[in-house]
T-cell receptor
Framework: GQQLNQSPQSMFIQEGEDVSMNCTSSSIFNTWLWYKQDPGEGPVLLIA?????ELTSNGRLTAQFGITRKDSFLNISASIPSDVGIYFCAGQQAGTASKLTFGTGTRLQVTL | DAEITQSPRHKITETGRQVTLACHQTWNHNNMFWYRQDLGHGLRLIHY???????NKGEVSDGYSVSRSNTEDLPLTLESAASSQTSVYFC??????????????FGPGTRLTVL
């Protein structure tokens, strides 16, 4: 099955740094979602995007729905240790009736 | 508060046994989904349901079945467990609403080991 391409696959950053990650596809999506997964837990929804070009924030997190509708971006400002985890993007295509396609994940590790 | 729960959280079984994983949501969502998560594969869709008596196969449905007899529950059954089905299983749900219909909310997961 199709999966979205996320990059980077993993990253080590220092506390206080800003983080950027992205998700790309060859297909057009109507909805983009960003999730965070902590070890031993289920993914938790962070941000949902519904319009091309839309920019949405949730605290220190900001996500954008790409103009081409084939990509999305997530930024985390001033990272803190609890930002550690795996970040997944997910997209919903037209005609798939609420089914999501998931990205491969970006593993974030924050050093003090 | 509304929530989605899974049980058991951990399960060890033997090859060939039938296993059922429970998923219960109190969101009153009409859509429910089962995924498996494996290293290198991310989240893969097993089965999904858009409402009572509706079930559909996902990309990795072989060896699994589901039934939807009410809105709240979507149990996942492994008919004859195989070692290849050792994985972490997640249930998710999503519901009505103009913008929230595609927002899936996940349970805590069940770690299944087949020996």
């Amino acid at each position: 099955g199709q999966q979205l391409n996320q990059s980077p696959q993993s990253m080590f950053i220092q506390e206080g740094e800003d983080v950027s990650m992205n998700c790309t596809s060859s297909s057009i999506f109507n909805t983009w979602l960003w999730y965070k997964q902590d070890p031993g837990e289920g993914p938790v929804l962070l941000i949902a995007l519904y319009k091309a070009g839309e920019l949405t924030s949730n605290g220190r997190l900001t996500a954008q729905f790409g103009i081409t509708r084939k990509d999305s971006f997530l930024n985390i400002s001033a990272s803190i240790p609890s930002d550690v985890g795996i970040y997944f993007c997910a997209g919903q295509q037209a005609g798939t009736a609420s089914k999501l396609t998931f990205g491969t994940g970006t593993r974030l590790q924050v050093t003090l | 508060d509304a929530e989605i729960t899974q049980s058991p959280r951990h399960k060890i079984t033997e090859t060939g046994r039938q296993v059922t994983l429970a998923c219960h949501q109190t969101w009153n969502h009409n859509n429910m989904f089962w995924y498996r998560q494996d290293l290198g594969h991310g989240l893969r869709l097993i089965h999904y349901s858009y409402g009572v008596q509706d079930t559909n196969k996902g990309e990795v449905s072989d060896g699994y079945s589901v039934s939807r007899s009410n809105t709240e529950d979507l149990p996942l059954t492994l008919e004859s467990a195989a070692s290849s089905q050792t994985s972490v299983y997640f249930c998710a749900s999503s519901g009505r609403g103009s913008s929230s219909y595609n927002e899936q909310f996940f349970g805590p997961g069940t770690r299944l080991t087949v020996l």
